[in-house]
Nanobody
Framework: QVQLVESGGGLVQAGGSLTLSCAAS????????MGWFRQAPGKERDFVAG????????SYADSVKGRFTISRDNAKNTVYLQMNSLKPEDTAVYYC??????????????????WGQGTQVTVSS
């Protein structure tokens, strides 16, 4: 079992930056690939970024490529999402998730085993 807790969300103006954190507890964090997803009201939960257990490979949705950066610190059991040049369309609840297939960069929500409770990000125009 892995417990995930996101933090760092908030209200920011367009063009601004935020860094989300996801702290993990429970079983060995470094055994999991990690992902960030987001869900806007009335929409499906969409993949944002993923990172394998070592941090050596990452993947991004086209909509955030070049603006968002996923990273992890296995010593701190934490995964991060640095978000720059934020746009109003980035407004959503952001979730982190853990995938027990540690070297897979999964993009579908059903491929992840554990989820956090989410943190709201609101970008004003």
């Amino acid at each position: 079992q892995v417990q995930l807790v996101e933090s760092g969300g908030g209200l920011v103006q367009a063009g601004g930056s935020l860094t989300l954190s996801c702290a993990a507890s429970g079983r060995t964090f470094s055994s999991y690939a990690m992902g960030w997803f987001r869900q806007a009201p009335g929409k499906e939960r969409d993949f944002v970024a993923g990172i394998i257990r070592s941090g050596g490979s990452t993947s991004y949705a086209d909509s955030v490529k070049g603006r968002f950066t996923i990273s992890r610190d296995n010593a701190k059991n934490t995964v991060y999402l640095q978000m720059n040049s934020l746009k109003p369309e980035d407004t959503a609840v952001y979730y982190c998730a853990a995938d027990s297939r540690a070297y897979r960069l999964a993009r579908r929500s059903y491929e992840y085993d554990y989820w956090g409770q989410g943190t709201q990000v609101t970008v004003s125009s």
